[in-house]
DNA sequence: CTGTAGGCTCCCGGCCGACAA
DNA sequence: TTGTCGGCCGGGAGCCTACAG
């Protein structure tokens, strides 16, 4: 297996090795890392990393809609979080859905250096360059067979090439690629009274093509070469339990548990996907990141902290909190795991927000 | 959990206790059973049977389109089959795609006596009640928008209630339920020049429903009750590379290994998934099965057989075959498997069936 | 500024028999 | 016996403006 060690500036590869796909498109990374949402940040390939196996069975189970049962059998050399290097990354897109995960491949190190400490660190503070984009949740017009899309008038002038406003009505054929590369066009017409921007032709063919419904959303975000993008995020829908009918979640869950553990008696590279928009456990932590939360700053009842939050418009949003508890979900499997301090923040926080709304705060 | 032993008689349950599905709806035995095919012969609860986890990793392989890697570690306690007793047998389908499946929990144990032979023996000669159905291969004139679905005659006259032929011209309204039990109203009607039988409306909000295209098979039965039931085969399409974005095959591959180590370590039930139309293994045979093919008739090279086929009408057809090799197919990892034994059998088969068509035979 | 509804047009979904394989 | 085509009719997809929140 290869094992590209990239320095810390190339923290996305859009390189499409890995197993699914048939198709040699590359994903375009902006284009990824924006239908992913503001919030997720992918470790950079090379450098150190935690992985949490416990974190990981939780994605599945989350993905499967289905709680991690008993019946899984210990694995007692098998430690609850294991350093590695992340050899890969690779970003991918379900054909179906349009749904974005990522593929890493993991080795477990046994120890790490100083310079090791810092590469993840400084990896971790390379700013993203800020894509120029916009994102819109569908209403029941613009999914309706009736009619086309609306486009907010700010969104149009930020995004799509400028109208030629001598023409009656101003009107330009706007191509646009998702993430597959699949090339969509649609009538772009700036008309009515008020004026006001629409996608008429080839939006229908669009929404029935993605199967979008109202609540979804979609976005358009120009690259660096002024190529006009396109993607969508589904409204959190029941998940579609995928693949129970290949493997029992039993089954699954034994498989990471033993894939890791395998790996690590071995030092040998394994692979696992991370779907930021199935679960929001984030269980491949830089290592940089990961030293601080366990070692600067301690953890206690009674804290206070902040926490960004994603809104509808896909920008994010700050919460205050309080740590109210803190205690290993597992302990008996998972000694002094650190997983659950990690939850802790984000349980607290949605029942802070809910308190909130509950009381009419704004 | 539950483990209901049934006798042998009772072969096929259509409870629906596992996990995926939501829905209460109970799965027909006997639409199953058609839309699985012929020559899918499911061993019945409550009896022995031979679990190949070799060929369990198999099926995951042909469901993904991916070989099984060498990462994979050995399971040196794990036998290449187990003994088990087979607790339960669900029926399932896919509520997207109606592809059947079945859900088997097996518990290992360490011997069996006469009775249980006898029991699986008696299991394997209940005969199935020959349903009553017919199945359709579809044309490009019964999947296009353009018209509606054109009934074989023989089919028509054997599965539909008989029409009124004194009505001008002769027509009545079926009424057909799937697997999932949703209602299917149909058109159908006795009309054109030569006279012929038709579904018109209803019939493309089905094609269009199910997602079904020139190729695909539509089958109609009428159970015991009278009532009229539909199912659909697709065609051998490429597999859906379902499930490849929550788990990598490697882990899939070591689930399935270590789920199978861990349940006959401990003499503990496990569950698995076996997908009749995904791929050609059985890996769970009944006891009485494995125990002729393995002790009375000693397989040797150059010796010929005879196999069944499935053909396009979902009837059966033998051809005659030839035993050209035996070898284990991973003789380091699977000692002694016997698996490889029972796949000769279908490649050398398919093999001279090749063979026989190039030759322009028939 | 933008979501929804009403009006109007015309394309294509869908029912028919003709014809040939 | 049955797959495909041409004919044809009508409903709804889809483009437009009006109006209101």
Redesign the pocket.
Known sequence: MKAPVNGAGSNLTGDNNGEGDEKKSVINPELWQTCAGPLVNLPAAGTHVVYFPQGHSEQVAASMKKDVDSQIPNYPNLQSKLLCILHSVTLHADPETDEVYAQMTLQPVSSFDKEALLRSDLSMKINKPQTQFFCKTL????TS????F?V???AAEKIFPPLDFSMQ?PAQELVARDLHDTVWTF?H?Y????????L??G???FVSGKRLFAGDSVLFIRDENQQLLLGIRRANRQPTNLSSSVLSSDSMHIGILAAAAHAAANNSPFTVFYNPRASPSEFVIPLAKYYKAVCSSQISLGMRFRMMFETEESGTRRYMGTITGISDLDSVRWKNSQWRNLQVFILDCVFSLVLAKMGGLK
């Not at 209403?139 to 613009?142: K, R, V």
């Not at 067979?145 to 086309?148: A, K, P, R």
Request: net charge positive; hydrophobic share 20%.
């Open positions: 209403t029941a017009s613009d067979t009736h009619g086309g609306s907010p008038r700010r009505p009538r017409i008309r009515g009274q008020p004026k006001r921007h629409l008429t032709t939006w229908s063919l």
